[in-house]
């Protein structure tokens, strides 16, 4: 069974274009997450669909970031413009359930901005 | 969500059995205990879930005290591709909050 895919596995861009990460989950798991670990900190949450609505994006940094999920199936986070605090390595996760059981994590974007 | 806390890093020699403890003094009734690994340039992986009391798995067990405010992982015989970060999560809202975690170097 293939796991969570993310595209690309990195990414440099300069300041003020726009870049667009691609999550591709497990087959059949409504429950997709976006999580960020920016230079030097913890890994953060973004968001959360359940199939294609959003289930919580509290976590989302600013109206830069548009996450979007046709279909329930892969998932695309669009950053516009980038800013150079955005460096940092966007994670992707699904589970069948709600997290508190096991979610599994693609192996991430590495995002640079310069 | 309550906070946790675990150290920073720990070194241990391969074939020892390695226990890291998580301290969570504000932990919630709803809340569950999950332990993730993460090696470099991979995200995070599950590795075990308890509620209370003890769990195993084929690889690891959990320990958790009558009292729920502090947990540990417990690594059997550990090898040299143990070496990762493992991070204690706490809570039981459908998302994942990540501490610092505990940065584990098996010594040959």
């Known amino acids: 069974e293939a796991g969570v895919t993310q595209f690309p596995s990195h990414s440099v861009i300069e300041k003020g274009q726009t870049v667009t990460l691609r999550c591709d989950p497990i087959s059949g798991h409504d429950n997709l997450y976006w999580y960020r670990r920016v230079m030097g900190k913890e890994i953060k949450f973004l968001l959360h669909?359940?199939?294609?609505?959003?289930?919580?994006e509290s976590g989302m940094p600013n109206n830069r970031f548009l996450a979007e999920r046709t279909g329930g199936t892969y998932s695309t986070l669009k950053v516009q413009p980038a800013e150079l605090e955005d460096s940092g390595v966007y994670f992707c996760a699904s589970s069948q359930e709600p997290v508190y059981t096991e979610a599994f994590f693609g192996q991430g974007t590495r995002l640079t901005v310069v | 969500l309550a906070k946790t806390t675990q150290p920073i890093s720990m070194d241990s020699y391969e074939g020892q059995e390695v226990n890291i403890t998580c301290s969570h003094n504000?932990?919630?009734?709803?809340?569950?205990i999950t332990w993730y690994q993460q090696f470099p340039s991979q995200g995070p992986r599950f590795i075990i879930q308890?509620?209370?009391t003890k769990v195993t798995n084929e690889v690891a067990s959990l320990f958790i005290p009558a009292d729920r405010k502090s947990s540990t992982l417990s690594l059997p015989r550990v090898s040299l591709s143990d070496t990762a970060v493992y991070y204690c999560l706490v809570g039981d809202r459908e998302k994942l909050t990540f501490g610092t975690g505990t940065r584990l170097t098996i010594i040959p």
């Open positions: 504000n932990i919630a009734t709803n809340d569950y």
């Open positions: 308890g509620y209370k």
């Open positions: 669909f359940v199939k294609e609505s959003k289930q919580d």
